[in-house]
């Protein structure tokens, strides 16, 4: 009875709309703006975000209910959620594998996406006075391959996601992400409001939203179910640790539906903020990252109040990392700390200082260690995307879906998902058990395949 | 059904016009992207000079009734120079004071005595309803002030 008091010594959110909040910003990060508008604009426009939204349906939803419930059954960190609810379900404790996995993999990517959005950092001083002198791919040539200014600006970052997270989940987290999200959302709708007004928002519209049933392949399936797979941080325990310190009165349906439909919004504000400027200045719309990096700088520094606007996009665009980060960096600290090893801030150091020195890596990646070859081909950052984005992500993922669909007891499960509507419940337990882990697993094998 | 769900059903169906006339533009551009607005505007209007009518409707007694009267005319009135505008082809004028009167009328009908006392549902509707209808008007007046968009360029 102590060790289960001090297990679920963490607290809990505030008020119901903490938890989504906290959701949300986990599941809004740079991927998720840049990668949403540009897959669907390349994949048939509407058609492709219809089918994504399908995809969210029947895959994303039914595994982040899966996690919120598992987490706030046990109230716990992953591991010790997975394995808690295992033996309550009398089944082997080895589940936890996925809670160690998630953490394992949060870890990976908060290494090489804190270098990212330390870039991002560096762009709201760079975008403020940016003259145009420079061409926007030497500017970012030259951002990338100085190391000294890529670790300095992970190393700001690294300390920003530790000092929230060290301060609790009242005092940091739920604290953080009621400033940061509306900041998101304000941000958000002013780009919007701006590219509106002063962008080719009708070709934009048209380029993310006209359905175009003939450029949907196979292919573009895959692409809606990857997209709605990592678009909300599932598979990372990320998930897992915030439903921990989710109010036992709060609904588990309603929420994940509330994350997952703000999600899509906030990516489809995301495009209508982004293309209609690209358009405007005539740059090509399917560079990829480089799409944030060159040509959006590009364009402030062609544009009237380019210097205003462009580091309110760089704000806007460090915002939505740093509310991902810190989900990434939570699992593993309430873990430390639950099991008494550490104290939380203890915990949130050194997790941040051995993620900081692993960042160190995929910093260099960038110049002195861009032919270092870690795994088949692949340098240091992308080994480390490879491992955590590719391999464990889809596998706990489909392990969660599997362990919720057919191994956790139901008894367990009602208690957490109330008086939810029978059939929105069965619903769920036939995506969960059948749809969802044969999709992931669809998923998991695309990527070697 | 409660008076309040009719309420806000009915003003939300009466929303739809606003709706679907800010997003056409978009959608066609061109002549009939003009012509949405020009319709958006006018059925603003009317719905403006619906709402002026109202505050005759309201309670007699009610502390400040007699100012609330002349306000009351007053939106009526602004919506007449809203036709006017689209008359003399002031379009972008027109959106400005559509969002403009829209959203001061709420404040103004929210300052009464018995706004305070209506059911808490009521008071949300009506928020909501001035908001998006204020949203409605401000997508058109980006499309008309868009240099990529604007009919006139």
């Known amino acids: 009875m102590e060790i289960q008091k001090q297990l679920k010594s963490h607290g809990a959110w505030i008020g119901k709309w ?69 033996l309550e379900s009398k089944k082997t404790s080895m589940w936890q594998i996925v809670g160690w996995s998630g953490i394992f993999a949060g870890i990976l990517i908060l290494s090489f996406y804190s270098v990212i959005a330390g870039i991002c950092l560096n762009y709201i001083f760079i975008s403020a006075t940016s003259s145009g002198a420079i061409s926007s791919p030497d500017q970012f040539s030259s951002v990338i391959s100085s190391p000294a200014n890529l670790i300095m600006w ?7 996601t530790a000092l929230i997270v060290s301060a609790g989940i009242k005092d940091g987290i739920g604290r953080m992400v009621k400033i940061l999200m509306p900041m998101l959302g304000f941000l958000m709708i002013f780009m919007v409001i701006y590219s509106m007004i002063n962008g080719d928002f009708a070709k934009a519209l048209s380029f ?55 999600d899509t919004l906030i990516a489809m504000l995301a495009g209508l903020a982004i293309f209609p400027i690209i358009f405007a200045f005539n740059l090509e719309p399917n560079s990829g990252p480089g799409l944030v990096f060159v040509s959006m700088l590009s364009a402030f520094n062609q544009m009237q109040f380019g210097q ?7 704000i806007l665009l460090s915002v939505a990392a740093l509310s991902s980060s810190i989900s990434l960096l939570e699992p593993g600290v ?10 939380r801030k203890r915990s949130a150091e050194i997790i941040s ?38 391999i464990l992500l889809p596998l706990g993922g489909m392990l969660i879906a599997i362990f919720v669909g057919w191994f956790m007891k139901e008894s367990l499960i009602k208690d957490e998902i109330g008086n939810t509507n029978n059939a929105i419940y069965l619903m769920w337990r036939f995506f969960v058990k059948f749809v969802a882990p044969l999709c992931v697993g669809y998923i998991f094998y695309r990527q070697f395949f | 059904m409660n008076i309040n769900t009719v309420k806000s059903t009915y003003g939300y169906i009466g929303f739809i016009p606003f709706a679907v ?59 007449c120079l809203m036709l006017g505008l689209i008359y003399l082809n002031m379009i972008l004028f027109a959106l400005l004071i559509s969002i403009i009167s829209f959203q001061s009328f709420y404040y103004f009908e929210k300052s009464t005595y018995d706004f305070k006392h209506k059911h808490e549902d009521y008071q949300k509707f009506r928020r909501m309803l001035s908001l998006l209808v204020a949203i409605s008007f401000l997508i058109s007046t980006a499309y008309w002030i868009n240099p990529y968009s604007n009919p006139l360029n």
């Not at chain 1, 995809?55 to 992953?78: D, F, T, V, Y």
């Not at chain 1, 309430?334 to 104290?343: C, D, K, P, Q, W």
């Not at chain 1, 870690?374 to 491992?387: E, H, R, T, V």
């Not at chain 2, 109202?54 to 609330?68: E, V």
Request: aromatic share 14%.
């Open chain 1, 334 to 343: 309430a873990y430390l700390s639950e099991e008494g090893i550490l104290s």
């Open chain 2, 21 to 79: 006339l800010s997003i056409t533009p978009w959608i066609t551009g061109g002549y009939i992207g003009e012509i949405a607005i020009i319709f958006q505007i006018a059925y603003g209007s009317i719905i403006l000079t619906f709402l002026g009518g109202i505050s005759w409707g309201w309670r007699d007694d009610q502390p400040q009734q007699k100012k609330n009267l002349s306000i009351g005319i007053l939106y009526s009135l602004i919506a």
């Open chain 1, 154 to 160: 992970h190393t700001i970052f690294m300390v920003m």
């Open chain 1, 208 to 262: 993310l939203f006209a359905p175009d049933f003939s450029s949907v392949t196979s292919d573009t399936l895959l692409q809606a179910m990857g997209q709605a797979f990592f678009s909300l941080s599932l598979g990372m325990g990320s998930i897992m640790a915030y439903g921990a310190y989710m109010p036992k009165d709060q609904k588990v349906v309603g929420s994940s539906f509330t994350v997952a439909s703000l």
């Open chain 1, 18 to 86: 903490t938890f989504i909040l906290a959701a949300t910003g986990s599941a809004v990060g740079l991927g998720n703006i840049w990668g949403f508008p540009y897959k669907a604009g390349t994949n048939g426009g509407g058609a492709f975000v219809l089918i994504y939204l399908g995809c969210i349906l029947i895959i994303g939803l039914p595994i982040m209910i899966s996690e919120i419930i598992i987490g706030r059954k046990a109230g716990n960190s992953p591991i010790n959620a997975m394995k808690n609810v295992a």
């Open chain 1, 353 to 390: 200082f051995f993620i900081w020195v692993l960042g160190i890596g995929s910093a260099l990646s960038f110049n002195i260690w861009s032919d270092v070859d870690i795994i088949s081909g692949k340098n240091f950052l992308d080994s480390m995307d490879f491992i955590a984005n590719q």
């Open chain 1, 308 to 314: 205003f606007i462009g580091p309110l996009f760089f």
